[in-house]
């Protein structure tokens, strides 16, 4: 049986959503050199070795989370060039699975459109596919494709690579850059939902028992106090009448970006009720992190870094300018509560929804991925703390509540066996180790946040001034 995997390309302010706790990791200090072996060393400590070098036995795979041998299964990765895609890809060929990545590299071109290229100095498909090679033995096929356009080569790539299951991670990924222009909220909706469409189309017309596995959000719930604990994509509700029932959570996205996930999720729910395809839907949280043991093995497989105001995420943006010694910028009140996931937990979800599909016929299976909340002020207090520099609260450039709860539960991945890594200071090392390798690549006019929601947003902002961001260069981690 083979598996094929489409990786298709942020007291109650503290509060701990899971109830399944990783383990604490020792914090390693000196560290400044990101290829010397002391730095690998410490990277592998504080983001989490494989297991036994996933050794692959009679043909078998490893599960990366409970160290237990599985079927190999053969994984094609759409957007798998991406920053959670790429991971993801090595990853699960490190676990044993056959893996394919395709992409058609759009991320590459944004950073073109947008002056700003990652802060880690990421290669070529090519390059990274061989370097991979080279430390692992273990062959990755790219493919440069993009879904949204060229359905007939999707029909056909899944007809020559038979696939047992499809994750999809192909669409435009920031919200800020979802709301920056005309062009770019046409760009996100087009690739994003005509990619989403694209696949259930060509998975039908393929006439095979595909699993698709997509990365959604956990936007879609929105950002307001619903009161209570938010659950894993459904909700039971009374209706009028007096009955029960359990319906798919409502809908409240807060951008273009957040809706276009919204959209795939009621395509998820027609296809697999028009289609019976089988379908798990990932409602993920705000992602933090760079590195994961794969990627640390070689210079040349590491992955991006965004810093600036469109896709840098909110924790990784901190730790990066805790690092320059610039003040961390807080959008409002810094009220926002969200939920967090470490990069490296997002390819072990991965993994654990590919080798868990629903059963034919069975309903869209949905998970919460985050491994906790927390409110973005206190976030930023932790990093002022460990980095000594300064919070700066500036105007806020999202349309969103100023303060917010957010109860998330996230119990089908504990409950097969996933402890997810906190917010820990030894991880934020990690990522302050990397920054402090290759900050002379940062551009310091792109940190601060260039899109708004609407036009009040843009008035409200418009004190912000790029060009007053500078770096100190002896700023240490």
């Not at 990101?34 to 060393?41: D, G, K, V």
């Not at 393929?206 to 959604?216: K, P």
């Not at 009161?227 to 894993?232: D, F």
């Not at 932790?382 to 996230?410: C, H, W, Y």
Request: proline residues 4%.
């Amino acid at each position: 049986m083979k598996f094929l995997v489409f990786v298709v390309a942020s007291i109650s302010s503290l509060q701990q959503s899971c109830w399944c706790f990783s383990t604490a990791r020792a914090s390693f200090a000196g560290v400044n050199r990101f290829s010397s072996s002391t730095t690998t060393s410490f990277l592998l400590n504080a983001i989490g070795s494989s297991k036994d070098d996933n050794t692959i036995i009679n043909g078998a795979a490893i599960n990366g989370v409970t160290g237990e041998p599985t079927t190999k299964k053969k994984v094609i990765v759409f957007g798998g060039d991406g920053f959670c895609g790429w991971p993801t890809a090595l990853y699960l060929s490190d676990q044993g699975h056959d893996i394919v990545i395709a992409d058609n590299l759009s991320r590459r071109n944004i950073d073109i459109e947008l002056g700003c290229d990652s802060l880690t100095p990421i290669q070529t498909p090519d390059v990274r596919i061989q370097a991979w090679k080279e430390v692992s033995g273990k062959d990755i096929k790219f493919v440069n494709l993009d879904i949204a356009k060229e359905y007939d080569l999707l029909v056909q790539l899944l007809k020559e690579e038979k696939p047992d299951s499809v994750i999809h991670f192909a669409e435009q990924r920031a919200a800020p850059y979802s709301m920056k222009t005309s062009k770019t909220k046409r760009y996100t909706v087009d690739n994003n939902v005509g990619g989403s469409n694209n696949l259930c189309c060509a998975v039908t017309d393929a006439e095979m028992d595909i699993h698709i596995v997509h990365l959604g959000t956990m936007g879609v719930y929105g950002y307001g106090s619903s009161g209570g604990e938010i659950p894993e994509g459904y909700i039971d509700v009374t209706l009028p009448d007096g009955r029960a029932k359990n319906i798919l959570h409502p809908a409240y996205p807060g951008s273009v970006y957040h809706t276009t996930k919204c959209l795939d999720a009621l395509l998820w729910q027609f296809y697999q009720k028009n289609d019976n395809l089988r379908i798990t839907d990932l409602h993920q949280g705000i992602v933090w992190g760079t590195n994961t043991p794969q990627t640390i093995k070689d210079e040349r497989l590491v992955n991006r870094f965004d810093y600036d105001g469109d896709y840098g995420t909110v924790l990784n943006r901190f730790l990066m300018q805790g690092a320059m010694g610039v003040p961390l910028t807080v959008y409002g009140t810094g009220g926002q509560t969200r939920a967090f996931i470490h990069i490296t937990d997002t390819a072990k979800c991965l993994e654990l929804a590919i080798l868990n599909p629903p059963e034919k016929g069975e309903r869209v299976k949905i998970f919460n991925q985050v491994a906790e909340t927390r409110r973005v002020r206190d976030i930023a207090q932790m990093v002022a703390l460990q980095t000594g520099v300064e919070v700066k609260f500036i105007p806020n450039p999202r349309a969103e509540a100023a303060e917010n709860e957010l109860d998330v539960s996230n119990k089908n991945f504990c409950t097969l066996g996933l402890e997810p890594k906190l917010l820990d200071a030894a991880l934020f090392d990690e990522v302050t180790t990397v920054v402090n390798r290759f900050k002379h690549r940062c551009n310091p006019t792109k940190i601060l946040p260039a899109s708004f929601w609407n036009k009040a947003r843009a008035e409200e902002c418009k004190s912000i001034d790029p060009k007053s961001i500078q770096i100190k260069v002896t700023a240490t981690a």
